[in-house]
């Protein structure tokens, strides 16, 4: 039989750091060491403890006696001359602690082991030794700080980063590295304000020390950063003084970096032309000052120049590179968030929603691991207009929302761009005022609107103003391929429905060029879509049928439930113009499933009524006392009500409603009631 000992007694710290210890082991044997103590406190024998560790009882005896005489440091103590260095000397790390000390936990409530280990990157068990040791060596807070504030930031806790940058900044004078370290933490804490303080700061001491390659630096994120906040004025004017800080000096990375930087605003500003050159002469610098970082980000850059002026493969070539370096760990968390985010943009461009849902996830999972908030931001939006082309309306609308609360202290612009992506929804939705509210902002953002804004002119019955709109927009996005497969779908239903046919026509020749050299199936949708519609427009029922039956099978094949909604509605009118009103209703019957399925209201109460319409014509006329039963069911009635009101019974009242259904093809009684209202409009 098993003699029981004394179970050795553990305090509440005692108890997390051994817990610790046993979960995330340094080394195996350690582990161990920690699971003998915890069994042996819970008051299992030693030979209990020996079979469930395997080990023998003078192993957990010996850890019994050496915790009872040294404490947690026993556990963790190594025989001099084996083992690793530690990565912290006791003094600093007692000087860590002691700064720690005198700030509050960022998650309140006070100080322990297990926090203070998680904050500084050790062993709970190497805090509390070192936290309960004696010192008689003063503490120096501010250098602590400093350093702290360091290795969060290496760690990418950037909350804690900048609270105790900033609290050093606040007691002694800092160089020019250290506030630049204050404005990354600044930038990723949320903190696009203080960022560009702190940056300006690094500009302005880099520039008094005549180190004019590094102030042109600051001087680059500085205006990356005022483009973000929706001030393009004072981005190009910071872009023009790193310019001018690097006119005396010699061919270097920093020039690279410049060219880069307006290679983007190029491509911001719609400019593909511009783009490729500035994008070519900063990697011909890189290449030549040995910068591979400056170099692959330009690269992208001009990758996506390529794409936009319709050079496909060598673009989608280049792009493919620079996220492969990305992954491999090439490049620093700024860079690789703007690749997986520049990528995400490309290929939801060209309709890759397959491969733009993928990246998305791999970039959520990228940032969850970097505790990164900024670029989260930005995923959340891209999974909303992957949502919204899926046809989940309603939560596609939440995540742009949440998208532009997120991005809004990181770039007003992208806040704007999440903005128009709630509009978008929220017009599929039949929400108008709401859709107008949403692109109002995110104009007042800088972002753009269109199509959006000319469809919602357009629903509120303003066809002369939306054709005014979206012919701007796309004379604005002459050379842009990619935006205009976007545009010229919109102008073509917009022209028609302003009794423009011309440039209706001329708008789906330009957009059957483009499907054709883009190669994606969400573009030939549109194309083939919009062929359909201004063929039937011209009278051509049967080409119309064709290429409207083309489109409903690529939409379908892209999986975007709303876009073949729209095109059976259009194929339904097809139909009905060559006499086939059964396959004229079985259209709008599924139109009217699927609009009602995704929450497009405004589509299905549009498409519901022209199917009670369109039924009233083509089935057989009523009784006259079906008809009277009929205009009692629009009226609101019940069956009871019916009957006493026609003086029949109840019974009676249920037999012409079900004669009433199974006449017209109707399965509710909302479905008689829409009709008979709709043909009442009518006479």
């Known amino acids: 039989m098993a003699v029981r000992v004394a179970a050795p007694r553990l305090s509440r710290e005692e108890r997390r750091a051994l817990e610790e210890l046993a979960r995330h082991p340094r080394t195996p044997s350690i582990a161990r060491r920690a699971r003998i103590l915890l069994l042996a406190a819970d008051g299992l024998p030693d030979s209990e403890i020996a079979v469930s560790l395997d080990t023998t009882r003078a192993t957990v005896a010996h850890w019994r006696r050496r915790f009872a005489a040294e404490g947690l440091g026993g556990v963790t103590a190594i025989r001099p001359g084996r083992g690793r260095k530690p990565r912290i000397a006791e003094d600093e790390l007692r000087e860590m602690i002691t700064a720690a000390l005198e700030t509050a936990p960022s ?123 929706a001030t393009p004025a004072i981005a190009g004017g910071w872009l023009s003084r790193a310019e001018r800080h690097l006119a005396s000096q010699e061919e270097c990375a920093e020039q690279g970096m410049l060219a880069s930087r307006r290679a983007y605003v190029c491509l911001m500003l719609g400019d593909a032309p511009g783009a490729l050159e500035q994008s070519l002469n900063a990697q011909e610098i890189a290449a030549r000052c040995g910068s591979r970082e400056v170099r692959l980000m330009a690269m992208h850059l001009h990758g996506q120049a390529l794409v936009m002026t319709g050079e496909l493969e060598s673009g989608l070539e280049l792009i493919d590179e620079v996220c492969a370096a990305a992954v491999g760990g090439e490049l620093g968390p700024d860079q690789t968030g703007l690749v997986y985010c520049w990528t995400i943009a490309v290929c939801r461009a060209l309709a890759d929603f397959e491969r733009c849902a993928q990246l998305t996830e791999a970039t959520t999972l990228w940032c969850q691991e970097n505790l990164i908030s900024g670029f989260p931001g930005i995923c959340r939006l891209h999974r909303a207009e992957i949502l919204r082309m899926r046809g989940e309306l309603a939560v596609a609308e939440a995540e742009a929302v949440a998208a532009a609360d997120e991005l809004s202290h990181y770039s007003l612009r992208q806040a704007g761009n999440a903005l128009t992506e709630a509009g978008l929804n929220r017009l599929r939705r039949g929400d108008l005022d709401g859709a107008e509210e949403a692109f109002a902002r995110a104009h007042e953002l800088g972002a753009g609107t269109q199509p959006g804004r000319s469809l919602l002119l357009l629903a509120r019955g303003e066809a002369a103003a939306a054709f005014t709109a979206i012919a701007r927009a796309v004379e604005r996005s002459a050379d842009i391929l990619v935006v205009r497969a976007w545009l010229l779908p919109a102008q073509v239903e917009i022209a028609l429905a302003a009794g423009r046919p011309d440039v209706a026509e001329q708008a789906c020749l330009d957009l059957a060029v483009i499907a054709v050299r883009l190669g994606r199936p969400a573009v030939s949708a549109a194309a083939a879509e919009a062929r359909g519609a201004v063929l039937f427009a011209q009278g051509e029922a049967q080409a119309a049928g064709s290429a409207l039956m083309e489109a409903l099978e690529l939409w379908s094949q892209v999986e975007s439930p709303y876009e073949a909604a729209r095109v059976r509605v259009l194929l339904s009118r097809v139909r009905r113009a060559d006499g086939d009103d059964d396959a004229a209703c079985l259209e709008l019957r599924t139109a009217c499933r699927v609009f009602g399925r995704i929450g497009a209201v405004r589509d299905a109460r549009a498409a519901e009524l022209q199917l009670t319409a369109m039924t009233r014509a083509a089935r057989p006329a009523l009784t006259g006392r079906q008809l009277q039963v009929a205009e009692l069911v629009a009226a609101g009635l019940g069956n009871a009500d019916i009957a006493q009101r026609l003086f029949i019974s109840r019974r009676t009242a249920e037999f012409h409603v079900r004669q009433i259904m199974m006449t017209m093809g109707f399965v509710s009684r909302a479905q008689i009631a829409a009709w008979f209202s709709a043909g009442r409009a009518t006479k």
């Open 107 to 229: 998650r309140g409530g006070a100080w322990t082991c297990r926090s203070l280990a998680h904050l500084l990157g050790v062993s709970p068990a190497t805090v509390s030794r070192v936290w309960q040791a004696p010192t008689t060596e003063p503490a120096v807070p501010g250098r602590a700080r400093l350093q702290q504030g360091r290795r969060a930031l290496e760690r990418h806790l950037w909350e804690e980063a900048y609270e105790l940058l900033a609290a050093a900044d606040s007691t002694q004078t800092l160089g020019p590295a250290e506030i630049e370290s204050l404005a990354v933490a600044a930038f990723w804490s949320g903190r696009p304000d203080e960022c560009i303080r702190a940056w300006e700061r690094v500009h302005a001491l880099r520039a008094g020390e005549g180190d004019y390659r590094a102030a042109a630096r600051a001087a680059i994120e500085l205006s990356r950063r005022c483009w973000d906040s």
